[in-house]
């Protein structure tokens, strides 16, 4: 038994971190069916409604309904992408060529560490972000590993030993590097308005400088009363660009557009191997879509200007949770119903639109921002 409990505090991070993967895993499947279902709604098809599994599909009313939704369809996949024979290009390098798909995958899965997905209120009557790792450098955490999600699509194009996935490698990484900085200067406002002055620590000394540095946690709780994209719309926007560029989605596809490169990086790839970068396209919107609901949509905050009616106990923790949840997935339907509304740029429009574009409004906002932040401090002191 005091085996046992001297164990708990390194088993049951453990626990909770299986338990998050699992939970992440189950969102990404089903992000692919959510995107073949809004795809077939915009244009006017049924889509997935026939798949059924023994025994639940069989039972009655419910058994047809999840038939009918579709809810079958994601098991059906990953089998199929599990046990499809595995073919490998004689041409190709093959440590690189497998290890591409992880690399890919692994950035997204880190960063959901210090991702905070709700709150809750401890003994002493303190708010607490439900995270994994709670660090002061959380959003910093993100764009450092989250950046090295583009190794894997580098990777797979360079292993490849073919001129098309070769062509959207160099693609991936030259979008990679024409969104990063406007995306890391557009975060830079929402941060210096968040943090506050200073603040009085448990011995009611006053201590200047921000009490959350740079965590996602601090950003939430500076949005009690109005969210973020209300007073920084410019901000919001380059943000949201910006991730749909990083991500690689349309319009911004350009790495794997199958107009001209036949399937970009990973025209050589198949099977499971093709599956995994089809769920790290989709754990890299999960974890965005997340982001911008922290930065930008109030986090877990019911409302602009009306209090939020969770409670103190564990029902208000799980309700807290759902509402964030439920901003994330109106994040990730946007993601796709843009996908399935705007056509793809030509890639001189993508550059442009990064350098001529993004950049200058980035660093400008950032310019008038800082003015507005120095006058308002020296004006209220």
């Not at 708990?8 to 073949?36: K, Q, T, W």
């Not at 200067?185 to 308005?193: G, Q």
Request: hydrophobic share 55%; aromatic share 16%.
């Amino acid at each position: 038994m005091e085996f046992l409990d001297a164990s708990l505090p390194y088993i049951m991070p453990i626990v909770y971190a299986i338990l998050m993967i699992s939970v992440f895993m189950g969102l990404c499947s089903y992000s692919v069916l959510a995107e073949r279902k809004v795809s077939s709604w915009i244009q006017g098809r049924v889509g997935p409604n026939r798949t059924r599994l023994p025994l639940i599909g069989h039972l009655p009313i419910v058994g047809n309904l999840m038939t009918g939704l579709g809810l079958f369809q994601p098991v059906a996949d990953g089998l199929k992408f599990l046990f499809k024979e595995e073919i490998v290009p004689g041409h190709v390098n093959k440590g690189y060529y497998y290890l591409a798909p992880v690399v890919a995958l692994a950035p997204a899965l880190t960063t959901m560490v210090v991702l905070p997905f709700g709150r809750y209120v401890d003994a002493e009557g303190i708010i607490q972000p439900l995270v994994l790792a709670n660090v002061d450098l959380g959003m910093l955490i993100i764009l450092g590993i989250s950046s090295l999600g583009v190794y894997g699509v580098v990777l797979a194009g360079w292993s490849s030993n073919s001129k098309y996935p070769f062509l959207g490698g160099v693609r991936a990484s030259a979008q990679m590097i024409s969104y990063e900085l406007a995306m890391g200067l557009a975060l830079l406002p929402v941060f210096m308005w968040s943090a506050s002055p200073g603040y009085y620590n448990e011995a009611g000394i006053f201590v200047e400088g921000s009490r959350y540095g740079m965590s996602l946690f601090g950003v939430v709780q500076s949005q009690q009363a109005a969210w973020t994209i209300l007073w920084q719309p410019l901000s919001a926007l380059l943000f949201l660009v910006a991730l749909f560029a990083e991500t690689n989605r349309l319009p911004f596809d350009m790495a794997e557009s199958e107009t001209d490169l036949v399937g970009g990086f990973h025209t050589e790839y198949g099977c499971f191997k093709f599956g995994l970068f089809f769920v790290a396209e989709y754990a890299h919107i999960i974890m965005g879509s997340g982001i911008f609901v922290l930065l930008f949509l109030g986090g877990w905050n019911f409302l602009p200007w009306m209090a939020d009616p969770w409670g103190t106990g564990i029902l208000g923790s799980v309700l807290s949770v759902a509402w964030f949840m439920a901003k994330v997935f109106f994040m990730i339907f946007f993601f796709i119903w843009m996908r399935w509304t705007l056509p793809r740029f030509r890639y001189d429009q993508v550059m442009s639109l990064g350098w001529k574009v993004l950049l200058p409004l980035a660093v400008a906002n950032l310019v008038f921002n800082t003015i507005i932040i120095a006058l308002y401090d020296t004006l209220t002191r």
